[in-house]
């Protein structure tokens, strides 16, 4: 079964600081793969993507995301945080029915001052 | 016109009424989805709708009623709510070839009294 690991439920870095959230994922095929970051209240908005091609993917914000497809990761990273990067963070899959996408449990990121 | 709108942002409603959420995108997508989110925990899918037809229904319960007046609009008809239906309802749009990722709205805010 399809399935997106996120193993982190909370971290907390300081400000200036670098960042990585994990991201596993379970799925058979090539996936497409997707981190979006949520505020509170908010909707979700889209980092990056990956399809195909280069294995390093930049995003939106100075967020980058590597595809490991021997380690079936798609971890996201920043090198340097600003405290209004605090949100909860959600790495996804596209399954193989009809565009349904599959969420990790998410990742709530703090930044300390 | 990069947006989803929703409306209304917030909704209170009682177990024994009707209300209806809207959600609207210019973008010319022709897949649209409503997801539900709990706090603290990943969306959930509801339905998708490709080329205006229902494609799937995550076993929602019928007291969740979707239509798809046209391309543009999507609606979901609430009735007889519990208030475990209490949530953050989204909706997203996307091209139905889906890999490009979802474009999400802000959520309306539901509360089940």
């Known amino acids: 079964a399809q399935s997106v690991t996120q193993p982190d439920i909370h971290i907390t870095v300081s400000e200036g600081a670098s960042l990585e959230l994990r991201c596993n994922y379970s799925y058979g095929a090539t996936p497409y793969l997707f981190w979006y970051v949520q505020s509170p209240g908010q909707g979700l908005q889209l980092l990056l993507k990956y399809f195909s091609g280069d294995t390093l993917v930049q995003g939106i914000k100075g967020f980058e995301a590597e595809f490991k497809r021997s380690q079936s990761s798609f971890n996201l990273r920043k090198p340097s945080v600003h405290w209004s990067d605090a949100a909860e963070y959600f790495c996804a899959v596209l399954g193989n029915q009809g565009g349904k996408l599959i969420f990790g449990q998410g990742t709530e990121l703090s930044v300390k001052p | 016109d990069t947006e989803v709108t929703q409306t209304p942002k917030h909704l209170v409603m009682g177990m024994t009424n009707k209300k209806s959420l809207k959600c609207e995108q210019h973008?010319?997508?022709?897949?649209m989805y409503w997801y539900k989110q709990k706090a603290k925990k990943p969306p959930e899918l509801m339905f998708v709708y490709s080329y205006e037809k229902l494609s799937i229904n995550e076993s929602v319960p019928s007291r969740f009623s979707p239509e798809c007046p046209n391309s543009s609009l999507l609606n979901l008809h609430l009735h007889a709510l519990q208030p475990e239906d209490s949530a953050l309802y989204l909706c997203?749009?996307?091209?139905?070839?889906?890999?490009?990722?979802?474009?999400f709205g802000s959520g309306t805010r539901l509360t089940v009294v």
């Open positions: 973008m010319g997508h022709r897949a």
């Open positions: 997203a749009s996307s091209q139905p070839q889906q890999n490009y990722g979802y474009t």
